[in-house]
């Protein structure tokens, strides 16, 4: 990647992080919600077992009420932790908002102390994956630390995710762009997850 490239792409992270910490915190909480319904409506539709999620770190879209949701209902709910040496993931089940505690980056995470490890053999079929934006055609701009993609890379190569697993970007409707420019190890998304809608894949 050239530095005119990298500049475009850092650029672009800026102005969605822009755009989305500028949306009022009563309206993203409210988004937030609508946007739980539709996933919880969509789980519940495919009888899914188990999800994984992700706490929500500043100006994301919070899927507290779909973590609860999910409790509530009985599913398995898996949340990674990061690991900022090497830039991996490890899997655990949240059974309570007890089980976390400030990892990487302040963000809230599992404590492997309190909450249980799971074999990436048992992933679930279903991901919601955080970002700054998103297009309907599946693509994705993380924040440029490439855990998500490491992660997915690693299961693709192990060989224990199939053409059943669905990644479901989560995102507010102004995260949208009409194209994003993707290179080949980035994840592609089966979906997108909105206040409007959860958009199937394209």
């Known amino acids: 990647m050239d530095h005119k490239e990298l500049n475009g792409k850092q650029a672009i992270r800026l102005e969605m992080t822009r755009i989305r910490n500028g949306l009022g915190e009563e ?15 969509y789980l519940e539709a495919a009888s899914e077992e188990a999800f994984m999620a992700y706490v929500p770190f500043r100006s994301e879209m919070d899927l507290t009420a779909l973590i609860e949701w999910g409790w509530e209902k009985g599913l398995d709910v ?26 990487a980056y302040g963000i809230m995470e599992p404590d492997p102390q309190a909450a249980e490890e799971i074999n ?8 919601f994956v955080p970002g700054l934006a998103f297009d309907l055609k599946g693509g994705r701009m993380g924040y440029g630390g490439g855990y998500y993609d490491r992660f997915a890379a ?27 420019m993707l290179e080949p190890h980035d994840i592609r998304m089966n979906g997108i997850l909105t206040q409007r809608q959860l958009y199937s894949k394209i």
Request: charged share 25%.
């Open 27 to 41: 309206q993203r909480e409210a988004w937030s919600k609508a946007a739980c319904r539709h996933a919880a409506a």
């Open 78 to 103: 898996i949340v990674p932790r990061c690991n900022a040496v090497d830039r991996s993931m490890t899997l655990y089940r949240l059974e309570s908002w007890d089980q976390l505690k400030s990892g």
């Open 120 to 127: 990436p053999e048992r992933m679930p079929r279903v991901v």
């Open 154 to 180: 690693k299961q693709l190569d192990a060989g224990i995710t199939g053409v059943r697993m669905q990644w479901i970007g989560a995102s507010f409707e102004a995260q949208l762009v009409e194209e994003l």
